[in-house]
């Protein structure tokens, strides 16, 4: 079992260091990096040049608390990130999946993001 996780992980890993080699945030298209995890979910806005995050939105936030880590709860993260992005005047984004595969979750909480008006 837990050389299966190790595997898993080893495996992630490998995709986000493949994926990070092409992408890259900008003050103009930042990059929207998801995190996921059993108990939570995570949205990071990074302006790469300056190593800074402008934006982020987490169900272990005081007032996301009532957000679940399922598919509906990351859909609903995703409105909330999009909301936040239109606030700073982002319109625009670079997706980085970290590694994850595109479904369930991670497409979840990007979809809530185009929901909310952004473009990636």
Do not use: C, W
């Amino acid at each position: 079992m837990l050389r299966k996780m190790v595997e898993k992980d080893r495996k992630r890993l490998k995709r986000k260091i493949h994926i990070r080699k092409r992408i890259s945030g900008t003050p103009e298209r930042p990059r929207m990096s998801v995190t996921r995890s059993n108990r939570a979910l995570s949205i990071q806005i990074i302006d790469d040049t300056k190593g800074h995050t402008l934006v982020s939105a987490s169900t272990l936030e005081k007032e996301l608390k009532n957000i679940k880590p399922t598919v509906a709860g990351a859909g609903q993260l995703g409105e909330v990130m999009g909301k936040r992005l239109l606030e700073k005047n982002i319109t625009s984004v670079v997706f980085d999946r970290n590694g994850y595969l595109y479904h369930g979750l991670i497409k979840a909480m990007a979809d809530g993001t185009r929901k909310a008006g952004i473009r990636f």
